[in-house]
């Protein structure tokens, strides 16, 4: 039972006027991309700063890394690293909106017990926990809902669609339905880039992407760095800004309004530039 008294009012943050960016920090060690992980007060503290200097709208933190592969941690230690960090940068920061990444009911009520109002970043769209909805719900928490083929240890062992796009937007047909009766107000969805999709697929789905603007929800994705980019190039992740980049502006073209970004100057330098563009063409 949440004993959180302070503000509760749904973030406003999704119906902007203009795309969002989303910065990543990860309180854990285990993130596929090393600069994103911040374990220590001052490291937190740092990447905290930087962002928000950057022009961060938003920072999604998570403690659970979901790297294809990743090793699975208890709901403990998860909920241990975001509370520690969160309250570092929440010192540091005490309005940015945050998005907290996690598929755990216990961690969503122990950060609102805690913290108050937050974003809720679930890569399983309630495939994990059945009781995410109605603690979402109760708490009144903007939710973001993602599409993932399996769980992150099995995700990307041959995903197979017979209609990508097709498969994609049934799925979410049924999670906006139940997260409507559930009675959750503010929804955000996430096609999934790298989450249970091979290559090929990441860039089917890109190429579709404005299609998910038929559902007129807030369309949130996340490029950054990723193997779709790094392997079509023969790379690395620290070598993947630049495609990060490109597909950042291909997405906004068609209609993303929020970028889950590692490197946020470049983000926000990507917004300003098609929003001129589409100022123009208007």
Same mark, same amino acid.
Request: glycine share 6%.
């Given at each position: 039972?949440?004993?959180?008294?302070? *503000?509760?009012?749904?973030?406003? %943050?999704?119906?902007?006027?203009?795309?969002?960016?989303?910065?990543?920090?990860?309180?854990?060690?285990?993130?596929?991309?090393?600069? +994103?992980? /911040?374990?220590?007060?001052?490291?937190?503290?740092?990447?905290?700063?930087? !962002?928000?200097?950057?022009?961060?709208?938003?920072?999604?933190?998570?403690?659970? @890394?979901?790297?294809?592969?990743?090793?699975?941690?208890?709901?403990?230690?998860?909920?241990?690293?975001?509370? @520690?960090? &969160?309250?570092?940068?929440?010192?540091?920061?005490?309005?940015?909106?945050? @998005?907290?990444?996690?598929?755990?009911?216990?961690?969503?009520?122990?950060?609102?017990?805690?913290?108050?109002?937050?974003?809720?970043?679930?890569?399983?769209?309630?495939? $994990?926990?059945?009781?995410?909805? @109605?603690?979402?719900?109760?708490?009144?928490?903007?939710?973001?809902?993602?599409? !993932?083929?399996?769980?992150?240890?099995? !995700?990307?062992?041959?995903? %197979?669609?017979?209609? $990508?796009?097709?498969?994609?937007?049934?799925?979410?047909?049924?999670?906006?339905?139940?997260?409507?009766?559930?009675?959750?107000?503010?929804?955000?969805?996430?096609?999934?880039?790298?989450?249970?999709?091979?290559?090929?697929?990441?860039?089917?789905? &890109?190429?579709?992407?404005?299609?998910?603007?038929?559902?007129?929800?807030?369309?949130?994705?996340?490029?950054?760095?990723? +193997?779709?980019?790094?392997?079509?190039?023969?790379?690395?992740?620290?070598?993947?800004? *630049?495609?990060?980049?490109?597909?950042? /502006?291909?997405?906004?073209?068609?209609?993303?309004?929020?970028?889950? %970004?590692?490197?946020?100057?470049?983000?926000?330098?990507?917004?300003?530039?098609?929003?001129?563009?589409?100022?123009?063409?208007?």
């Amino acid at each position: 039972m949440s004993t959180y008294t302070g *503000n509760c009012e749904p973030f406003k %943050v999704f119906r902007r006027k203009r795309p969002s960016v989303m910065g990543i920090i990860n309180f854990t060690a285990d993130s596929f991309y090393a600069q +994103s992980r /911040a374990v220590t007060d001052a490291q937190i503290a740092e990447k905290t700063e930087q !962002m928000i200097s950057e022009g961060a709208d938003i920072i999604d933190v998570g403690a659970y @890394s979901s790297r294809p592969g990743a090793e699975d941690i208890s709901a403990d230690d998860e909920i241990d690293r975001l509370l @520690s960090g &969160l309250k570092i940068l929440r010192k540091t920061a005490p309005d940015i909106p945050v @998005s907290v990444d996690t598929f755990r009911v216990k961690a969503v009520e122990k950060i609102f017990d805690r913290f108050g109002h937050f974003i809720v970043n679930d890569i399983s769209a309630g495939e $994990l926990d059945g009781k995410m909805f @109605s603690v979402v719900a109760k708490l009144n928490l903007p939710y973001i809902a993602m599409h !993932m083929k399996g769980n992150p240890q099995t !995700m990307q062992n041959n995903p %197979v669609y017979n209609d $990508l796009i097709k498969e994609i937007t049934s799925y979410f047909d049924e999670k906006i339905k139940r997260l409507r009766d559930a009675g959750i107000k503010d929804i955000i969805i996430d096609p999934g880039f790298g989450f249970g999709k091979t290559m090929e697929q990441n860039y089917d789905l &890109l190429a579709c992407l404005k299609h998910f603007k038929n559902f007129e929800l807030p369309l949130l994705v996340g490029f950054s760095r990723k +193997s779709m980019l790094y392997k079509l190039l023969n790379t690395t992740p620290e070598e993947s800004l *630049n495609a990060t980049t490109a597909v950042n /502006a291909v997405a906004l073209m068609n209609g993303a309004d929020i970028l889950r %970004v590692h490197d946020v100057r470049a983000a926000v330098e990507t917004v300003e530039i098609i929003e001129k563009l589409k100022n123009k063409n208007n």
